[in-house]
């Protein structure tokens, strides 16, 4: 590829312009206890989830987001630990990106601290990676394909 070429690519704006949040994920200590509230009280459609890393995981529809309540399998599980050490709460949120490769290089490229260096399967069946919290704000980031 010409140099031209590669410097247009590197100016043009990260490909991802329709990247959003495909879900919020809340650490719960149970399910049964707090899926009444958003699904009865506040009137969100409960999705069908299925588990993984060791969380028992029920999810309700927000517009084109979910909220994921992730109940700890196991105490030895990353949720297990997050609600151990942290307590209940807001545990992680996922943008949903094109291009997960692509979105992994650029963020690489930015210097953000990958938890997963390649992506992997998750709940939803779609190809996820970690970021490090401490490279975002606090805040630990799933990007999801
Ligand atoms: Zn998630």
Same mark, same amino acid.
Not at 83 to 94: E, F, S, T
Not at 121 to 129: P, V
């Given at each position: ?15 991802? %312009?329709?990247?959003? !949040?495909? #879900?919020?994920?809340? =650490? *719960? &200590?149970?399910?049964?206890?707090? $899926?009444?509230?958003? /699904? ?45 050490? %942290?307590?209940?709460? !807001?545990? #992680?949120?996922?943008? =949903? *990106? &094109?291009?997960?490769?692509?979105? $992994?290089?650029?963020? /690489? ?37």
């Amino acid at each position: 590829m010409p140099q031209a070429m590669r410097n247009t690519n590197a100016a043009t704006p990260p490909g991802d %312009r329709t990247a959003h !949040i495909a #879900h919020v994920g809340i =650490a *719960v &200590q149970s399910l049964a206890a707090i $899926l009444p509230f958003f /699904r009865d009280v506040l009137g969100m459609p409960e999705v069908p989830m299925s588990d993984s890393d060791g969380a028992r995981i029920a999810a309700v529809q927000s517009g084109e987001s979910l909220i994921e309540l992730l109940e700890p399998a196991t105490p030895d599980s990353p949720i297990g630990k997050y609600v151990a050490r %942290r307590g209940p709460g !807001i545990h #992680h949120i996922c943008v =949903a *990106v &094109q291009d997960i490769e692509d979105a $992994l290089v650029r963020c /690489r490229a930015a210097g953000i601290q990958l938890i997963d260096d390649q992506p992997r399967l998750g709940a939803e069946g779609k190809r996820i990676a970690f970021l490090h919290p401490k490279s975002t704000g606090g805040v630990l980031i799933e990007l999801s394909e």
